[in-house]
């Protein structure tokens, strides 16, 4: 089956450590995204990347990180220097980056900071 | 820049009936795309139509419809015949030549079918 698989469902972290969430698409899809969602709200843009070895900031990208060393894979590290990062984190992909192409999403990882 | 806003933040409907959810949209581009989303309490987000700016005829799929209203930046979404399942959060997101390759979201409506 085609699809977006990202892991782990559920993260704890302990205030000052870095974490990485993994986002994998055997869709052999160009771009990938990262979002944000917080409670009762919309998603906001962190990263994304239109070709591997490429990547441009989003709307919300202070004190995350992420690498593109492969098409099918787009990890996201949430560094220490985020000071709120308890959200929902979607991974999506799209074909190519064009205006009417769909993004597609992962099932989605709930990050809790203890 | 662009903006999304969905002014019902939640809505009931009977089951077997129609509910529009409302979205408004405000752009400065000429060539832009809008999509609905639904989004369960699971929390995956399910692509469920597209309209893209130019296209004459209202977008459909299957019990889905998008009432396109250019001049009213508007672009509703109509769910016919509502099931139990349709129980879900719904954002509106759209993207414009402008913005590139982000998705702007709106804040959601939340729907709950009753039986």
């Known amino acids: 089956d085609g699809g977006i698989t990202q892991s782990p469902k559920y993260l704890f972290r302990k205030e000052g450590q870095n974490v990485t969430l993994s986002c994998e698409q055997n869709l052999n899809h160009d771009a990938m995204y990262w979002y944000r969602q917080d409670p009762g709200q919309g998603l906001r843009l962190i990263y994304y990347?239109?070709?591997?070895?490429?990547?441009q900031k989003g709307d919300i990208a202070e004190g995350y990180s992420v690498s593109r060393e492969k098409k099918e894979s787009f990890p996201l590290t949430v560094t220490s220097a985020q000071k709120n990062p308890t959200a929902f984190y979607l991974c999506?992909?799209?074909?190519?980056?064009?205006?009417?192409?769909?993004?597609?999403f992962g099932p989605g990882t709930r990050l809790t900071v203890l | 820049a662009q903006k999304i806003t969905q002014t019902q933040p939640g809505m009931f409907v009977q089951e077997k009936e129609a509910v529009t959810l409302d979205c408004t949209y405000d752009t400065s581009d000429q060539s832009y795309g809008l999509f609905w989303y639904k989004q369960p309490s699971s929390g995956e987000m399910i692509f469920l139509i597209y309209q893209g700016s130019y296209d004459e005829q209202n977008a459909t799929e299957g019990r889905y419809s998008l009432n396109f209203q250019k001049a009213r930046k508007s672009a509703n979404l109509v769910i016919s015949a509502s099931q139990l399942g349709d129980s879900a959060m719904y954002f509106c997101?759209?993207?414009?030549?402008?913005?590139?390759?982000?998705?702007?979201f709106g804040a959601g409506t939340t729907v709950t079918v009753r039986a």
């Open positions: 997101a759209m993207r414009g030549n402008s913005n590139d390759y982000k998705l702007s």
């Open positions: 999506a992909s799209s074909s190519d980056a064009g205006g009417s192409d769909t993004q597609y």
């Open positions: 990347s239109q070709i591997v070895n490429d990547f």
